[in-house]
């Protein structure tokens, strides 16, 4: 990424937790753990569901393609902070923070896409069951994850070009453990309600879009399920989108209590409070929410 500051900034200086230094070697085994944890939770997922023909399904793909998303979010962000944290170099370059916002925002953009793709493939298989294999065939999978991935990539760039081209022309100390919008707005020198606003406006229109046709689809989910005659019938209508919708839930509240603030609100201890849930508690819950009473799953587990 050659965009450049207006102020010719080299590198910014991420503090990392400046309150509890003298802890830096425990947080470093901490989030070590931790990291080896979501890689070892997602790529368990991943490597079953890509071995085993029993789970090539839309539902099943779409959750690998999930399980790899947790992988490079985090990925974007913990490997650096390791980094960081073992070695006591805290420093990151423009173009290195850039990329790194760019991603950031690109694979929260991609799980906003998916989630509302696997809410449309719950419906289809609960209020058209007949029509399932017509609506999400192999093909139709497919092209809906590559539309996914494109779409998600286009909505970083004005972000990381708006920011990329405001100046820094005081302090360059990130108050936060990565390269994020709000910290890196209150290092400018420039007016930023202008980015301020059409981050905002962008946000807006990936999160709105992909939380109506989750909603939507929730909505013809339940009124399907109220009309099925069976109690029994009902439980299992409702058990086939529970991991999902409780995957959906933690999602959108960790996002919003992150993303849903004005800028002059920013405080550092609270933001990386909300930035460390929403990287850290995501990934290590979607592989245990989806699997842990998947019958199918532990089979598949079990032969591999």
Sequence with gaps: ?????????????????????QYQIHLFVI??????????????????????????TPMYIFLASLSIVDILSTSDILPKLLSMLFTQQKTITFNGCMAQLYFFIYFTCTEFFLLAVMAYDRYVAISHPLHYALFMSMKHCFSLLVGVWIAAALEPVLHTVFIANLSFCSSHRISHFFCDISPLLKLSCNDTIHVEIATYILGAIVGLSAFTLTLLSYVF???TILNIQSADGRRKAFFTCASH????????????????????????????LFSLLYIILIPILNPLIYTIKNKQFKEAFRRL
Excluded: W
């Design 1 to 21: 990424m050659s965009v450049k500051s207006q102020s010719n900034v080299i590198e910014f200086t991420v503090e990392c937790f400046p309150d509890i230094s």
């Design 31 to 56: 989030f070590l753990i931790i990291y080896l944890s979501i890689v070892f939770g997602n790529l368990t997922v991943f490597v079953c569901i890509t071995l085993d023909s029993h789970l090539h």
């Design 245 to 272: 919708l409780t995957s959906v839930v933690i999602f959108y509240g960790t996002s919003l209590s992150l993303h849903v603030r004005p800028t002059t609100t920013y405080a550092p201890v609270q933001d990386t």
């Design 221 to 223: 989910i339940i009124n």
